[in-house]
């Protein structure tokens, strides 16, 4: 599948920001898919992730409470609310997807990933 993420921009701390990742093909539904983001000289992280059916999410604890997944599969994309934002979630935040079957647990490691989107930066001023 090829994954686009979209909806990043400059924000000022305290703010909110709604993140999209739009696939293609007929075979999205099929895709358990990830958000993870990159800040400049640090390791792409795992933020959250959510089942083929949306039924299971997964967070990273520094994005608990603060980040809220979700997808609509009739429209081929998965939506990352983030709301609190602090200065260091300024990063490239980048969508990825792997074909799974439908029981199986949501990755969190880049390599488990095939598709990836281009990356869409986020940057949070104080």
């Known amino acids: 599948v090829q994954l686009q993420a979209s909806g990043g921009g400059l924000v000022e701390a305290g703010g909110s920001l709604r993140l999209s990742c739009s696939g293609s093909?007929?075979?999205?539904?099929?895709?358990?898919i990830g958000w993870f983001r990159q800040a400049p000289g640090k390791e792409r992280e795992f933020l959250s992730g959510i089942s083929r059916g949306g039924g299971r999410t997964q967070y990273a604890d520094s994005v608990k409470g603060r980040f809220t997944i979700s997808r609509d599969n009739a429209k081929n994309t998965v939506f990352l609310q983030m709301n609190s934002l602090k200065p260091e979630d300024t990063a490239v935040y980048y969508c990825?997807?792997?074909?799974?079957?439908?029981?199986?647990?949501?990755?969190?490691?880049?390599?488990?990933?095939?598709?990836w989107g281009q990356g869409t930066q986020v940057t949070v001023s104080s």
């Open positions: 990825a997807g792997v074909s799974t079957i439908s029981s199986a647990p949501i990755p969190t490691r880049q390599m488990s990933y095939d598709d």
């Open positions: 093909g007929r075979t999205f539904s099929r895709y358990t």
